[in-house]
């Protein structure tokens, strides 16, 4: 027998139990559908649901959010279940939330679903401009949270007596508010330089007429696992929602030659927060800076058309619903044939696909690539030797069609886009001079 039990480190999952309130007024997601949602980010934060209390109100009570009723009713259940945390749905304000832990007692933790989808992103932010996107997005979040926890130092200097009249300096919660503006105005500015950095490098790829895709999404969608089943490549997958935030790109080169980039970016949610969006807008400005969205869903959730609906409002949102897009269905393995096939017919133009097992990514790279040539025009170019990286242009962001090297360089007819026709202009030549000869070769009509 061993003389010390070994022990786990692991932290121990917390206890939470979740409130909801129906208001009646989102027609898009039932209160059930959400209350699910709000249990699997639970879980990926590292909790154990116990209890789910839910509440029809016409509106907020102010003061605690639900009834007086429900309130006791939450006390009860927090001491009989050995709950940890509670966490509301819909955001709480920061006077609802100081009520209800008074009320509720240390060391149980009150919070709301902003609240944890920031914890959740603080968990999983990799990147330098993740991190910082995460931390403004948590003080933004804070700030009016930051509540008189050194009031016994206020009292000291609003008591009066000997001395009072020369005044303590900031009282310790102004200087908190002062150090989190601060810390905000910071990392503001560190943010504007990486965005600047950002814009620098997606302007160099849209001058160079490479054809941009971005994957946007619900969370959970497949995004990930789509671009490693499009590119090969080997991007962190989980069946966890948000599993990753920092934004992906790599390049796959399409069967008729042209190079495109995909770009994986964060999933969405529905009461996505604010001050997500506006702390990540860096971030999703490569789905603004896209030539091509491909809208990911899970063909397989029950709530698949609310999850599409709830993305096209973020992509609305952040002004990016003038856009061409392709609705892509994944998960269409986990759906029965009759399903499916309803799937379809509710939405003729997407592209079913399975990206875990392969299926329907063929089609999907044609679709895509179809979207690619939309706006080309056929040129014939002869552009010289001495032009190394034009003609590599040429093979990477045209579709080639014929070409033929010449004593005077390539000479090919081309598919380009607007932004090519333009870099190629002065090297175009006209029409018809690659002609056939009479044994089928190819070469350089002169003049």
């Not at 006077?95 to 989808?117: C, F, W, Y």
């Not at 929602?241 to 069967?255: G, K, N, Q, V």
């Amino acid at each position: 027998m061993a003389r010390f039990e070994p022990r786990s480190t692991a932290p121990a999952r917390e206890r939470a139990i979740l409130v909801g309130v129906d208001f009646g007024r989102n027609n898009d997601w039932t209160l059930e559908e959400s209350m699910a949602e709000l249990g699997r980010l639970a879980e990926t934060d590292g909790a154990d649901v116990v209890f789910t209390l839910t509440q029809r109100l016409d509106a907020p009570v102010p003061r605690t959010f639900i009834g007086k009723g429900k309130v006791e009713e939450l006390v009860s259940h927090v001491y009989n279940l050995g709950a940890d945390v509670v966490i509301f749905d819909d955001e709480l304000t920061p006077s609802q939330q100081s009520n209800l832990e008074k009320i509720v007692g240390e060391p149980v933790k009150i919070i709301d679903r902003t609240a944890l989808i920031l914890d959740i992103f603080g968990m999983h932010a990799t990147t330098r401009e993740g991190r910082l996107q995460v931390q403004l997005a948590q003080l933004q979040y804070v700030l009016p949270r930051l509540r008189g926890m050194w009031s016994h130092l206020v009292g000291e200097q609003t008591r009066g007596g000997i001395g009072s009249r020369f005044g303590q300096g900031e009282s310790q919660l102004e200087v908190d508010r002062r150090l989190v503006r601060e810390r905000i105005s910071t990392l503001r500015e560190e943010l504007a330089r990486l965005e600047t950095r950002r814009k620098v490098q997606s302007k160099a790829r849209r001058d160079s007429g490479v054809y941009r895709v971005a994957l946007a999404g619900y969370t959970n969608a497949g995004k990930s696992t789509l671009l490693n089943a499009l590119t090969g490549s080997e991007v962190y997958v989980r069946d966890e929602l948000f599993a990753t935030l920092d934004p992906t790109t790599r390049s796959i080169e399409l069967e008729e030659g042209r190079k495109v980039t995909l770009t994986d970016t964060v999933g969405f949610i529905q009461k996505l927060p604010t001050t997500l969006i506006e702390a990540f807008k860096s971030t999703l400005a490569e789905v603004c800076a896209a030539d091509l969205i491909l809208l990911v869903a899970d063909a397989s959730d029950p709530g698949v058309e609310r999850q599409i609906h709830a993305v096209r409002s973020v992509l609305d949102e952040i002004g990016a619903n003038q856009i061409p897009s392709v609705l892509v269905l994944n998960k269409c393995d986990l759906l029965t044939n009759e399903a499916l096939t309803d799937l379809e017919a509710r939405h003729p133009d997407a592209i079913t696909i399975s990206a875990r097992e392969g299926t329907g990514i063929a089609g999907l790279l044609y679709r895509v690539a179809r979207e690619a040539s939309r706006g080309d025009a056929t040129v014939t170019v002869l552009v010289p030797f001495s032009k190394g990286i034009l003609m590599k242009m040429v093979h990477e962001r045209c579709q080639v069609i014929r070409e033929l090297y010449t004593d005077g360089g390539l000479l090919a007819t081309v598919g380009a886009s607007e932004r090519m026709r333009s870099t190629l202009a002065p090297y175009i030549v006209p029409d018809g001079l690659l002609v056939e000869d009479n044994q089928g070769s190819s070469h350089h009509a002169r003049e």
